[in-house]
């Protein structure tokens, strides 16, 4: 075996290359505390001989028999921790997200026979707890944080000695690149969760492939952020890429105190998906709004340059000027509020708007827009920092040992060593989604110049009209949250005359325009129901529909007064829409659109 062939050898790897005093590094208590390689090291290897002792085991290495764990926690150190220790020994870790509704819980603890639970803070602990007697196959549950009425993850550290870190040695050394590291339960937009296997040769090639097409350089002065949800393959895979390439890890306390953090740790890059740039964005274009005089005309000049950035053709010398002026007046700033030392940032998850990655990279933090499901372990093809590696609007070049095919459907399918094994326990949908090794992705795509991947819809979310003319949501959703006035949208039409929309306002906005005409702003519930309010919308509508043709033209509208979020159960964890749900919360909305 190389030196890196099974998920954990990253471990050695960045041991003997590089070892660093902040390998992870985690707010505890209000202070930043940072773990060295040598540290993790240890823990980890304590872990498993731990998990060994407690009878936890990879038995014959056939995935129905491998021990299942749970993992259930916001990112920490400890979360890579546990992942790496689970592995060494054959267990599969089974990441589940925090937000995860107590019945799909239960169905996933049942489906993966879940043995022992890890978990941060009360809420979870509640949820676990809760449903504790209708799993018969748990056995105890372990928790990051001192809670009263549970046991403490370093209970099972605590007795470890010389002869069970040996027994541990031997069983490590049997691990081979085949065998299955973890189930990673899909929520997705529809049905019931899906146990995606993945084995390490399946994630590590992900690892290489990826570090190499993009490239990743070696930096071991770097610090990275993390905050993308663990439970998501994509950040999972970073983190490999960055502890093999000497990137100290930083995990955000949570989504709300990203902005804090930046500032703390000062990454040089971060992983991230679009909607938490929509809502950066959003700050500053609100802050803008606040200016008055010549900052303000200053403000608006350097945006609208920002706006015409391309980075295939050049706008000529004078334009280059002028953008440099607005990146020492005006952008500088933008960098200040991400720490200042943001090299890149890589997005992915959903689709960005264009017009976000041109503003960003023309401001100097360049944003590297890629793509993959969590069945191809998950990276299919990103634009990479490489000269000429890049096209906006797309999501780049198909990365190293992939190959990517599309269907007379436009249907984006790869073969290569990252797809999956399958789906646990689901033969049938496996075999309907990995046809002759290809993986079928949902995707529809086309590839431009003839080496840049772009998506054009999720196959799933394409609808014909009664015209029988079909139509993609996402396009035309992104293209009109290019208003500051809408916060979120959702395209409805399937099998009715013609396309309508469920559109959320953007409170911030909409208020402050009612005042600036005069119009009392009381509830949100009172604004979307207010005839003006309604004209500026429709009139807003009039404007983007000029860049659809008349099948995808939004004729008819609701707006909607609440925000949909993870909570309220209308986004997935990795913030994309779940269409179906949002079907059903509004039908009685989607009636009168077509009444």
């Known amino acids: 075996m190389n030196e890196q062939s099974r998920i954990f050898d990253s471990l050695e790897y960045q041991l003997k290359k590089f070892p660093k005093p902040d390998m992870f590094c985690g707010k505890e208590n209000g202070t930043w505390v940072s773990y060295s390689t040598s540290q993790v090291q240890k823990t980890v290897n304590e872990l498993?001989?731990?998990?060994?002792?407690?009878?936890?085991?990879?038995?014959?290495?056939?995935?129905?028999?491998?021990?299942?764990?749970?993992l259930i926690s916001k990112n920490r150190p400890e979360w890579l921790m546990l992942d790496m220790a689970c592995q060494q020994i054959g267990a599969l870790l089974c990441p589940i997200y925090p937000t995860t509704n107590i019945n799909e819980l239960e169905f996933i603890f049942n489906d993966a026979t879940v043995k022992y639970v890890f978990i941060s803070g009360q809420e979870i602990l509640d949820k676990v707890n809760a449903l504790r007697n209708r799993v018969p196959s748990l056995l105890n549950v372990y928790s990051f944080d001192d809670l009263p009425g549970v046991d403490h993850w370093k209970k099972i550290t605590g007795t470890v000695g010389p002869e069970d870190l040996a027994r541990m040695e031997s069983v490590k050394s049997t691990i081979l690149p085949e065998h299955c590291a973890t189930i990673i339960y899909t929520s997705g937009t529809t049905g019931t969760p899906k146990g995606v296997m993945l084995s390490h040769r399946n994630i590590v090639t992900n690892v290489i492939n990826s570090k190499k097409s993009f490239p990743f350089e070696d930096r071991v002065d770097a610090r990275s952020l993390s905050f993308l949800p663990l439970n998501h393959?994509?950040?999972r895979m970073v983190s490999l890429i960055y502890i093999t390439s000497g990137i100290s890890i930083y995990y955000a306390e949570n989504l709300d105190t990203i902005p804090e953090n930046l500032k703390e740790v000062r990454p040089n890059l971060f992983c991230t998906v679009p909607r938490l740039l929509e809502k950066t964005y959003e700050k500053i274009m609100a802050k803008g709004a606040e200016l008055t005089g010549f900052k303000r005309t200053l403000f608006d000049w350097s945006v609208k340059l920002a706006n015409q950035y391309d980075n295939i053709k050049s706008n000529g010398a004078w334009y280059h000027i002028q953008l440099a002026i607005a990146n020492k007046l005006i952008f500088s700033k933008w960098r200040?509020?991400?720490?200042?030392?943001?090299e890149f940032i890589v997005t992915g998850g959903a689709a960005c708007q264009v017009r976000l990655i041109r503003i960003f990279t023309a401001a100097r933090i360049p944003i590297y827009e890629g793509y993959g499901p969590t069945e191809n372990s998950p990276v299919i093809s990103v634009n990479c920092k490489a000269r000429g590696g890049t096209k906006f609007g797309t999501v780049g070049p198909v990365i190293h040992g992939q190959e990517v095919k599309l269907e007379a459907d436009g249907e984006i399918c790869v073969k290569g060593p990252s797809v999956m094994l399958g789906y646990y326990k689901r033969p049938d949908l496996t075999a309907e989604t990995v046809i002759d090794g290809w993986l079928h992705t949902g995707d529809i795509g086309i590839f431009e110049d003839g080496k840049f991947l772009k998506i054009t819809d999720r196959k799933k979310e394409l609808f014909k009209t009664s015209g029988g003319k079909y139509v993609a949501p996402q396009p035309i959703e992104n293209k009109m949250k290019e208003s500051p006035f809408v916060e979120q949208m959702m395209i409805v039409g399937a099998e009715q005359k013609f396309v309508g929309a469920l559109i959320v306002p953007s409170e911030p906005n909409l208020r402050e325009w009612m005042v600036h005409k005069g119009i009392p702003f009381t509830t949100m519930e009172d604004a979307v129901n207010n005839p003006k309010v309604l004209d500026l919308y429709k009139e807003l509508i009039d404007s983007f529909n000029t860049f659809f043709n008349h099948v995808e033209q939004v004729k008819k509208f609701e707006l909607v007064p609440r925000e949909w979020t993870i909570e309220t159960g209308e986004l997935t964890p990795t913030l994309k829409l779940k269409r179906k749900v949002i079907m059903e919360k509004y039908k009685g909305a989607i009636e009168r659109i077509y009444s």
């Open 48 to 70: 498993s001989a731990g998990l060994l002792k407690l009878g936890v085991s990879g038995q014959d290495m056939t995935v129905e028999n491998q021990d299942k764990i749970a």
């Open 233 to 235: 393959i994509f950040e």
């Open 336 to 342: 200040e509020a991400l720490g200042n030392q943001v």
